[in-house]
């Protein structure tokens, strides 16, 4: 059980190297040990009669793995489907709409690199537009946020793309009051909820977004090849990337959109069937459970920020009102390395520190995020503070 942000005592419950502070959750999650059991277990059983798990006993794992999610989400069961990662999710949702010459997709200046390429081939194949809101920074004002983003629809988008935390800012954004905003104005949200479930409350009901997706394999961490895609009711025309069996097999089996999502060929199915696992174990290392995660480690964010701030000088990219349980911050000097940040390099090999720091051209800019999750102490982002003093004063 973890509750102060100098306990170390969770560390050992991931495989991660001691040789490393591992402050970037946000890139690809981390796996604990217990769940990685489970899914082994999972896959053995699987081995022993491929054909029996397939066709009977996965079938029931799949469905209560689809339960425990859609409870986890505040979803309706019927509408969720399981993918591989987010950008699978974004991808899906782009292919299924029929969009004319003149219609606009409206993403922002802070959308994934890999989601925004996705749009841009949808509206090379279609003669549509890109529209991109530019979200001021810093930022202190979700108001300003909202202006942003509002003020870019007219009449022609059909579709937004919003983040729920940006991926190179770690900020959160207004996704609740963005969500309503554009749809009251008759444009369906695609809400990309790559850091979502786990890091943020997530109400799929309430949200009533056209469109959610999400990954399991960052903060709710799942193996990895673990996500969601949830489809409202009425927009259930969305089919998957990968056309199979489903789309033959009669409706009496169940939907459509079920039959169609459930199978897209032979994969191994097993990092959503460690949902359960991975939701009960993490569950299980907080006193208050997921919320009390949520609090936990957005706490040891905001502590390790306020250190790096006073200690480094950093200027933040947002307000603490925008900070989750990832940070970021500007680093001065060159913005554009076509490769690798050598700053990222330097802290790694010369500090053993693993964080994210990397060039966004839009801004151009330079931002080092950090992520919090419950194996990370204090006492890894003080180590950063101090390596940044030494290799930002060379
Ligand atoms: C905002 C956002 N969208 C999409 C993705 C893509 O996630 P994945 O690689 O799991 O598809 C990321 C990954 O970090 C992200 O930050």
Not at 329 to 341: K, L, N, Q, R, V
Request: hydrophobic share 40%; charged share 25%; with cysteine.
């Amino acid at each position: 059980m973890i509750s102060d942000p100098y306990d170390t005592s969770n560390r050992f419950l991931w495989g991660l190297s001691s040789e490393v502070d591992f402050l970037n959750h946000g890139s690809f999650g981390a796996c604990p040990k217990a769940v990685l059991d489970r899914q082994m277990a999972l896959r053995e059983m699987m081995e022993m009669d491929p054909v029996e798990f397939i066709d009977n006993v996965g079938r029931g794992l799949w469905s209560e793995a689809l339960s425990r999610l859609s409870d986890f989400l505040n979803a309706d069961p019927h509408g969720l489907a399981f993918v591989s990662n987010a950008t699978t999710g974004v991808n899906t949702v782009l292919m299924s709409l029929e969009l004319d010459p003149g219609d606009k997709i409206l993403v922002t200046d802070t959308t994934y690199q890999a989601c925004r390429n996705a749009v841009d081939a949808v509206v090379q194949r279609s003669g549509c537009e890109v529209t991109v809101a530019r979200i001021p920074l810093p930022v202190d004002d979700e108001e300003e946020i909202l202006e942003a983003i509002l003020n870019a629809v007219d009449s022609r988008t059909r579709l937004a793309l919003i983040d729920t935390i940006s991926s190179p800012t770690g900020i959160r954004m207004p996704f609740e009051r963005l969500v309503r905003g554009l749809q009251d104005l008759g444009v369906d949200v695609l809400l990309d909820a790559a850091h979502g479930p786990g890091l943020v409350p997530l109400d799929i009901d309430v949200l009533n977004a056209a469109y959610v997706t999400g990954n399991c394999h960052k903060w709710l961490c799942t193996p990895k090849g673990s996500a969601f895609l949830h489809v409202r009711e009425d927009r259930r025309f969305v089919r998957p990337l990968v056309i199979s069996h489903g789309a033959t097999l009669p409706e009496s089996m169940g939907s459509r959109f079920r039959l169609e999502f459930d199978w897209t060929g032979t994969l191994d199915p097993t990092p959503w069937m460690c949902i359960p696992a991975a939701i009960d174990h993490l569950a299980s290392m907080s006193p208050r459970g997921w919320g009390g995660i949520m609090e936990r480690n957005r706490n040891l964010a905001l502590k390790a920020r306020s250190h790096i701030i006073s200690e480094v000088g950093l200027q933040p990219v947002c307000s603490e009102d925008f900070v989750t349980s990832m940070a970021a911050f500007i680093i001065p000097g060159e913005s554009f390395f076509p490769d690798e940040d050598p700053l990222h390099r330097r802290l790694l090999e010369r500090h053993g520190i693993q964080v994210p720091v990397q060039g966004w051209p839009p801004h151009n800019r330079r931002y080092l995020r950090i992520s919090a999750h419950l194996y990370n102490s204090i006492d890894q982002y003080e180590r950063l503070a101090e390596a940044l003093k030494s290799e930002l004063r060379s």
